[in-house]
């Protein structure tokens, strides 16, 4: 079982990539399912809209994961509803719409869980993304309520990244980060089988400030303007994670980082 997980999608840029390339990338890398963060798929930077969700799984990707900037277009909070493909982090507070976890069929027969949790350190206030996790391994077992896991676990720190990733050890077969834009040198199995990645990084314009126009940021960080941030123009390059994965087990065989452009 091959699984590709791709970091956050910025912008219009993101979106062409994807829709550019996607479809040669699974075919040549003979991939049998695909997760991708999409909370900054939408052309301000900020969000995701109906219309690029469909777009995107036309191109093959089959659960968009999201994190701080799920409601950033209003409309998700209904199409949400509608929408199992979609999720949004499972420690928002229950009085939110969506889900945070569900189960998909792969292309080839596989019951594949996708887990979308949100990080605590840095980022808004929701539930304690460790407590979550206890309750949701004490009833979701690998094996036997579905064949493989993928966690996206959308956060600012890489320690708390860390941590989740060995919290998971055994039980997932993948927990990788998302939300910095920056993928990270560390791909590797832990040591129960788990395949683990801190950042994905993005889909977007690397020759930016994580996916943003690069001049508007730094007049924004020299205080000299309060410009609206712009998504970066230009060529997107495409990253994420390939990971092979036993179907006895469920577990990892191996990791690496995908960059492609
Ligand atoms: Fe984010």
Redesign the pocket.
Known sequence: MRLLFLG?IVGNAGCNAIKKNLKKILQSNEIDFVVANG??SYSSGVGISENITNEMFSCGIDVITT???VWDQKETLEHIKKENRLLRPLNMSNELPGQGFNIYKSNNGFRVGVLNLIGNVFMKKSDNVFETSKKFLSSNKLKENFDFLIVDF?GETTSEKMAIGHFFDGNATLVVG??THVPTNDSRVLEKGTAYQTDAGMCGVYDSVIGMNKEISLKRFLNISSEKWLPARGEATICGVIVDANADTGLAINIKSFIYG
Do not use: L, R, Y
Request: hydrophobic share 0%.
């Open positions: 956050d909370e900054n994190g701080n900037h959308h998302t939300h």
